[in-house]
């Protein structure tokens, strides 16, 4: 009968634990992802290329897009970070671009041009499709997307480097959707235990 009391207290926080793994869900709220400040023009560009050319929806950042000016390489890498990152479901290091982009809890949005925060509002799904390339810098065939506007998939496209998956961008997310079914499980576990 003394391991009674004891499940009881096992319980308790476990349920505070789940509680506050929702609260941290609920409150985590949208994010965009952006160019760094710090990081070079060179580095800007090769991962806007990037992103342009791996399904990201860059015709926004065409000349007449709502969102060409202010026509800087930092205004257009971060609409195409964003892009890229919310069209990938802001997958852990779908916002690196080797330490050029960064998370940002505010919206970059601006006049009419708006940075989604969301898969669904990231415009469309993307589709792959196998690309041959003749640069001798990039292997002989290469993977790339099609945006689902139809798009020729960048500004310049042609540059496609891998990049890393070592962001931790979703950590809270994961973190968040780890412990909140293993808080459940032990807590049904606990509650249907024969005594």
Not at 21 to 49: F, I, P, Y
Request: proline share 8%.
């Amino acid at each position: 009968m003394a391991a009674q009391p004891q499940n009881q207290v096992l319980l308790l926080l476990l349920v505070i634990t789940t509680i506050i793994s929702m609260v941290v869900v609920v409150v985590e709220g949208a994010s965009w992802c952006v160019a760094r400040s710090d990081a070079s023009n060179q580095a800007l560009q090769t991962a806007l290329d990037y992103a342009c050319g791996s399904g990201a929806d860059c015709t926004p950042l065409q000349s007449n897009g709502l969102c060409f000016l202010p026509n800087t390489i930092q205004a257009h890498a971060s609409y195409a970070f964003n892009s890229y990152f919310q069209r990938k479901a802001m997958a852990p290091g779908s916002c690196d671009f080797s330490a050029a982009a960064t998370i940002a809890q505010t919206d970059p949005s601006y006049g009419s041009c708006v940075y989604p925060s969301s898969v669904s509002t990231a415009g469309g799904t993307i589709t792959p499709t196998t690309q041959t390339s003749n640069n001798p810098t990039t292997p002989t065939t290469t993977t790339t997307t099609t945006p689902a506007n139809g798009g020729s998939g960048g500004l310049t496209p042609g540059l496609t480097p891998p990049f890393p998956d070592n962001s931790k961008a979703s950590l809270e997310y994961m973190i968040s959707s780890i412990l909140v079914p293993l808080s459940i499980l032990l807590v049904l576990t606990l509650i249907f235990q024969p005594m």
